[in-house]
């Protein structure tokens, strides 16, 4: 009898533990065929959808009471037309994190995860979210996307969401080489958003990359109207770990700035890059999207400076409440030293001009 009731003693402890705490397998294919201009030839072929990244992942959450959970979430990045594991083939390249929840003090992550500058900037002042194809993305490469090692704080005070960000450099000797330290301030409103974030990065030589963003949202019933704005500036020389490797700042997708077209850099670097863009609900089916992306560059070689801009258009049909297909259209253009530039976001082979377009199927499981 003892054993009956401590039989059913825990099991009534197992239902209870499950009750309490789930695990969510989940996923997202957006798959797309796309055409693009390029100096060294035009492609049409499969490609990633212009707005998403390709993923499927496990995330959990545990009830430990008074308010307090613990988190946790890995995600893998794939290129679904060959198979390839994408983000430098890393085993959960896009996340791996764990982390505690509470109500009152806020969630505190630990792992590999999105910089607080991609954070602040593409999940709340970007039309499609940071964009998934270097005619939607290329401003990632001014500040980096994800990063290892890194200690995430974040808590809401009424209005206002802090987020405060620390990715250890773990390099033997130097506790800043290979850091960044990130924090950011939004404000929300009835309708809309505002804020303000701010970044800096140092590589194995002491060289720094700061970056400063101010963005802002809002919206009238259908019309969503987005801006942000990014201040990166790079030391001459600065310098980023190549990637699969534990140099400094490997594998965050952040350009160096080591030389020009004319030989090694000798000056600091700065780009200045606006983005605006418009969302439109025409209807339950049909949503429409328009952006427009402008970076100038001083310093991209000896006394010269360049301009890159990209305009795109994405026209969304959704069939239902997880799959839609939609299509994109963009054109990008490079001018003065950034059409030869090895440190700018965008590279056409020499040309000034891009053109691509593309037809996507999306789906979320």
């Not at 693009?36 to 995330?59: D, P, W």
């Not at 910089?115 to 940071?130: E, S, T, V």
């Not at 987020?163 to 990130?182: D, E, I, K, L």
Request: charged share 15%; aromatic share 12%; with cysteine.
């Amino acid at each position: 009898m003892k054993r009956i009731i401590s039989g059913a003693g825990l099991a009534l402890i197992c239902c209870a533990a499950h009750a309490q705490s789930s695990v969510t397998l989940y996923g997202l294919i957006d798959e797309a065929v796309r055409f693009q201009t390029s100096g060294a030839g035009n492609t049409f072929g499969m490609n990633e959808g212009a707005v998403n990244g390709n993923r499927f992942g496990l995330k959990g959450v545990e009830e430990l009471g008074g308010g307090t959970r613990a988190i946790f979430q890995l995600e893998s990045g794939f290129n679904i037309a060959t198979g390839k594991s994408d983000q430098q083939s890393q085993l959960f390249g896009r996340f791996a994190w764990v982390g505690l929840q509470n109500d009152t003090f806020g969630t505190l992550k630990a792992g590999r995860q999105y910089g607080g500058i991609y954070n602040f900037y593409a999940f709340n002042f970007d039309p499609i979210g940071g964009g998934n194809i270097n005619a939607t993305d290329w401003s990632l490469f001014l500040v980096g996307i994800r990063f290892d090692n890194t200690l995430q704080y974040e808590n809401r005070f009424g209005p206002v969401a802090l987020q405060v960000q620390r990715s250890f450099g773990g390099q033997p000797g130097s506790n800043a080489a290979g850091s960044t330290t990130t924090a950011s301030l939004i404000y929300n409103f009835n309708g809309g958003k505002v804020g303000v974030a701010g970044a800096e990065s140092k590589d194995g030589g002491g060289h720094k990359l700061v970056v400063g963003s101010l963005g802002g949202t809002y919206a009238w019933g259908p019309l969503g109207l987005y801006l942000y704005g990014i201040d990166a500036r790079r030391d001459a020389g600065f310098s980023v770990g190549a990637t699969n490797t534990s140099a400094p700042l490997a594998n965050t997708n952040i350009i160096s700035n080591v030389t020009t077209v004319s030989g090694a850099q000798t000056s600091a670097r700065n780009d200045v890059f606006v983005r605006v863009g418009a969302t439109y609900q025409l209807a339950p089916q049909w949503r429409f999207i328009a952006s427009y992306a402008y970076d100038h560059a001083n310093n991209v070689a000896p006394g010269r400076s360049g301009t890159t801009q990209t305009v795109y258009g994405i026209a969304d049909y959704i069939l239902s409440k997880r799959t839609d297909v939609y299509v994109e259209v963009d054109h990008s253009h490079l001018s003065g030293a950034s059409v030869d530039d090895p440190n700018g976001p965008l590279t056409f082979a020499g040309k000034a001009n891009n053109f691509g377009a593309s037809v996507s199927l999306r789906t979320l499981f």
